[in-house]
């Protein structure tokens, strides 16, 4: 009997790396990157048990080497040969990339011309997709896009108010993004309760943010736009911020475009606004300790989450369940209670104690008699990655 094929899944996330074996639609093992204060750990899941360690700075950036080689280790191959496809996650502007495609030639050339409008997204894709051609040969690489899920966002929500011509020549217009972790969302609810409620609200909450309203089970607005700039405070992106305080920074710190797109994407959120870290944990260390700065930080990160929630539930006509996900959003019982305070009158009652006891595990965490259902879950992106990869037609 034929062997299944094997899919090696590739998610390059703004804070951290996941890579993952799948045979058919099992995973074999999956290895989840992430920095941890000055340095970087590496955890293992396999069949349940976990294996944590710290690793290198350059294990962390040549990781596709690394991942390999746990996974010969850990006997999941014998021999990267077995590999015979590979699904990677897309964060790019443009109608091209809201598609899943075999990653061609003219694909790489399409990343390129867009690496000049997001090269903190597009820059490590390309480095990736050339690490997977000195180690892999002929194997088809498949890109994921992480903003097919809003491709039909209504006219009103998708567009800007510039001049149209510049709208259709420049593909000027709301992509949105977290589109892979919104889809396995929404079909882990569907698995859940039968069926989706026809208002939700999608807050996924890591490095990045985005809230998503989501009516009869269909991205109809999304706070992330042309790039993944936008929206809430985030760990280190700016956020929604007023274009005359961009135009007069770049004048006033005579910032070139680049340095504007690292000021804004890397300096800003909550490093830039508490001085001190984009993590966090750290800052609700700091703000336990009386620290001003970081308490700053945590109330405009949180506020801006539940006022972008506000805005979904006018967009929606109302809610019946809002959802947590991403790192932060899985994990921070803290944070979900500072974004749920307030909201009774709007129906949203959270159950403190069980939001206490939830830390990434799938669970309801309102009360009883709260109007809306508050739910935690976590995000399935590398099995979505997975399904959509053998989902391709190979020519």
Not at 77 to 84: A, H, L, Y
Not at 96 to 121: G, M, S
Not at 313 to 330: A, C, K, P, R, Y
């Amino acid at each position: 009997m034929a062997m299944e094929k094997k899919y090696l899944i590739i998610n390059t996330g703004s804070t951290s790396k996941k890579l993952a074996l799948y045979e058919s639609e099992r995973e074999l093992c999956m290895v989840h990157l992430e920095s941890e204060g000055d340095g970087f750990i590496s955890t293992l899941s396999k069949s349940g048990d976990k294996k944590q360690k710290t690793i290198s700075k350059n294990q962390f950036e040549e990781n596709i080497e690394y991942v390999l080689g746990e996974f010969l280790s850990e006997k999941i191959i014998e021999d990267k040969s077995e590999i015979q496809m590979i699904g990677l996650r897309i964060v790019a502007p443009g109608t091209y990339f809201q598609t899943n495609r075999v990653i061609d030639d003219t694909y790489k050339e399409n990343l390129k011309k867009a690496e000049t409008i997001l090269p903190l997204h597009i820059t490590p894709v390309l480095e990736t997709l050339k690490h997977i051609g000195h180690i892999f040969s002929h194997i088809p690489v498949v890109g994921i896009s992480d903003s097919k899920f809003h491709k039909d966002l209504p006219d009103m929500a998708k567009y800007y108010a510039i001049p149209k011509e510049d709208t259709e020549k420049f593909e000027l217009f709301k992509y949105g993004y977290h589109g892979i972790s919104h889809s396995s969302v929404i079909e882990k609810i569907k698995n859940m309760y039968d069926e989706i409620p026809e208002r939700v609200i999608l807050c996924h909450i890591g490095g990045g943010i985005s809230i998503t309203a989501v009516k009869n089970g269909k991205s109809i607005d999304t706070t992330m736009g042309f790039t993944p700039l936008s929206g809430a405070v985030m760990a280190t992106r700016v956020g929604d911020i007023d274009p005359g305080a961009v135009i007069y920074l770049q004048k006033r710190l005579k910032m070139s475009g680049e340095e504007s797109e690292q000021y804004f994407n890397k300096q800003s959120g909550l490093l830039g606004v508490s001085g001190l870290s984009s993590d966090l944990r750290e800052l609700l260390k700091l703000e336990e300790k009386g620290n001003p700065f970081a308490k700053r930080a945590i109330d405009m990160f949180q506020y801006r989450i539940k006022k972008e929630i506000g805005s979904s539930i006018v967009v929606l006509g109302g809610v019946d369940m809002i959802v947590f996900s991403g790192t932060i959003g899985e994990r921070s019982h803290i944070l979900r209670e500072r974004i749920c305070e307030g909201l009774q009158g709007l129906g949203i009652i959270l159950d403190r104690q069980e939001n206490e006891n939830i830390h990434s595990t799938d669970s309801e965490i309102g009360k009883t008699d709260s109007q809306v259902k508050i739910v935690v879950l976590r995000t399935e992106e590398m099995s979505c990655i997975a399904k959509e990869t053998r989902e391709i037609p190979l020519v």
